[in-house]
Nanobody, 122 residues
């Protein structure tokens, strides 16, 4: 019954912004750490960003640091990924996830969304 649903993906030109949303249904994830991952074709899934339950503490992968911002609105049970200065190499399916304890880039995740496609054109 618990489900995470990503939205906001699409086609964007290099250098442009895009905001992804991940909404929880079936249960609340107020006290959960949240994270974003991505997977490009024929590549393994890679970590993008994580945020603690309060939204105060965040951690981003070096590949997106300074360009992507993770945030959350617990009243809406929603986590966001604001992506700026997008590059073609950012093209991937983006997944959100939830875990019980925040531990930066080492956070363990127990729930996963279905993913949303982000395509960055040159």
């Amino acid at each position: 019954q618990a489900q995470l649903v990503e939205s906001g993906g699409g086609l964007v030109q290099a250098g442009g912004p895009l905001r992804l949303s991940c909404a929880a249904s079936g249960r609340a994830f107020t006290w959960y750490a949240m994270g974003w991952f991505r997977q490009a074709p024929e590549k393994e899934r890679e970590f993008v960003a994580a945020i603690d339950w309060s939204g105060v503490n965040t951690y981003c992968a070096d590949s997106v640091k300074g360009r992507f911002t993770i945030s959350r609105d617990n009243a809406k049970n929603t986590v966001y990924l604001q992506m700026n200065s997008l590059k073609p190499e950012d093209t991937a399916v983006y997944y959100c996830a939830a875990g019980r304890h925040y531990n930066g880039g080492a956070t363990n995740y127990n729930y996963w969304g279905q993913g949303t496609q982000v395509t960055v054109s040159s």
